[in-house]
């Protein structure tokens, strides 16, 4: 997410964070290239010339160029000015004061908008909220079937009333459903159209007119760049929005339609999508968001996925199993698991202050079919193997790199690995205990 972006604007910080002293053509060159990284960026003309316009303005004050440390003082104007520029604060869904609360989810074909309808359903859900999916796309061929087959799978009721009804009558009756059925949130999929379909736009219209929804958010693709921001600005002038979804925010390395579609449009980013499994869906936070961007990390996001993935029980577990010097190949497999289940190690490297750009400069890839080896040659061995790895010797290896489809050099590897990891977290079980172990010799 932002990679291209993030690494370019990173690099420019960093050569203003070694400087003793700014001048003001310091502060000019180093905004020149930021212009050009926001513009390759796919960043409306206009929205990077008036966010440069403001940190230049700040940049050149007296704030900067009597600070101890200018650089760190330009880069906290620039943080501060990016996240101004995403909207400030992040922006709730916020309930309406008589239950149900509608939801009316709309956009052009292919943003992901079906996806969305059920992904947000069970962000929801998680809240403690009852939500129902409301399958009012009549047009697509199976786009009732693809929400029903989602809400099975998350097992959340689906209103429907086939193909053959008027959206807006489907509309009233999931709202007459809701009521009677002790649903909280109506969460309406919408047919996807274009913007320029006036037929199709006005259904929307009486959609919105007999619903009267607390919220409209409009779902758009992230990778479609500087269009993104024109669809915003014409289902806006139609609907007035109350929220965007901006989904594929993982894929696209540019990431110009975050920066450009609150400024542009007013409306602000309610969530992003950031992969495609149903659990990828987050709130909008725009000074995390900048945080990434120059690299500072984002921690707070990081902790609330190992909140919401890892089971706490079978943490402790692990604790009570490390003080006890029992960690073996099974409970090393059972982290690995615990680990995924946060996402892909890139993106959780990146929200680590500091690593994006550094996995960028070392030039380190980070391969989730390595963890699949992993897991594939811990599940050859026998449950003896695992829970006493030192009695695997070299006819064992052979075996084991057979039966994972590996070789026994992969087999060793992991053996190693295995050994080292098992040191540290040793030394860190010391640590907590206040005793000095034997690979920190500086500490007191």
Do not use: W
Request: hydrophobic share 40%; aromatic share 4%.
């Amino acid at each position: 997410m932002l990679e291209g972006l993030a690494a370019k604007i990173q690099a420019t910080m960093r050569k203003l964070r070694g400087k003793g002293k700014l001048s003001e053509a310091d502060v000019k060159e180093a905004l020149r290239e930021v212009r050009l990284a926001l513009l390759e960026a796919d960043v409306n003309y206009k929205v990077v010339k008036d966010f440069t316009a403001r940190v230049r303005e700040r940049a050149v004050g007296q704030e900067v160029m009597q600070s101890l440390t200018p650089g760190q003082q330009v880069i906290k104007i620039v943080h501060e000015e990016l996240t101004s520029l995403m909207g400030g604060a992040a922006s709730k869904l916020e309930p309406a004061a008589r239950p149900p609360t509608v939801v009316m989810l709309v956009g052009l074909q292919g943003s992901g908008k079906t996806t969305t309808c059920a992904k947000l359903a069970r962000y929801l859900r998680r809240e403690g909220r009852r939500p129902l999916l409301v399958a009012a796309d009549v047009y697509r061929p199976a786009a009732i079937k693809q929400l029903q087959v989602l809400g099975e799978e998350l097992d959340i009721p689906v209103f429907s009333m086939g193909d053959k009804k008027d959206p807006v009558d489907i509309a009233r009756g999931a709202r007459e459903h809701a009521l009677s059925h002790g649903n909280d949130y109506v969460l309406v999929d919408t047919a996807g159209r274009l913007h320029v379909d006036e037929e199709l736009m006005t259904e929307l219209v009486r959609i919105k007119e007999s619903l009267e929804p607390q919220h409209t958010l409009l779902v758009v693709d992230a990778m479609t760049g500087q269009d993104a921001v024109t669809v915003a600005e014409a289902f806006h002038s139609k609907l007035e929005l109350d929220g965007i979804v901006l989904t594929k925010l993982d894929g696209d390395t540019r990431g110009g339609a975050a920066l450009s579609v609150r400024a542009v449009t007013g409306c602000p980013i309610k969530f992003i999508g950031v992969g495609e499994k149903l659990d990828a869906l987050e709130p909008f936070h725009p000074e995390r968001l900048a945080s990434r961007i120059l690299g500072m990390g984002d921690v707070l996001t990081l902790i609330e996925r190992a909140q919401e993935s890892i089971d706490i029980e079978k943490a402790k577990n692990l604790e009570e199993r490390l003080k006890s010097r029992d960690f073996n190949l099974e409970d090393f497999r059972e982290q690995l698991h615990e680990v995924q289940k946060m996402g892909p190690l890139d993106q959780i490297l990146g929200m680590l202050p500091g690593m994006g750009g550094l996995k960028k400069l070392q030039g380190l890839a980070v391969d989730e079919k390595q963890l699949d080896q992993v897991e594939a040659i811990i599940n050859s061995m026998t449950p003896e193997e695992r829970r006493s790895p030192e009695i695997i010797d070299g006819s064992r290896k052979r075996r084991i790199a057979r039966g994972s489809g590996t070789k026994v050099q992969d087999v060793n590897r992991l053996l190693k690995q295995f050994e080292q990891t098992k040191r540290l977290l040793r030394q860190y079980s010391k640590l907590e205990k206040g005793i000095k172990p034997a690979g920190f010799p500086f500490l007191k």
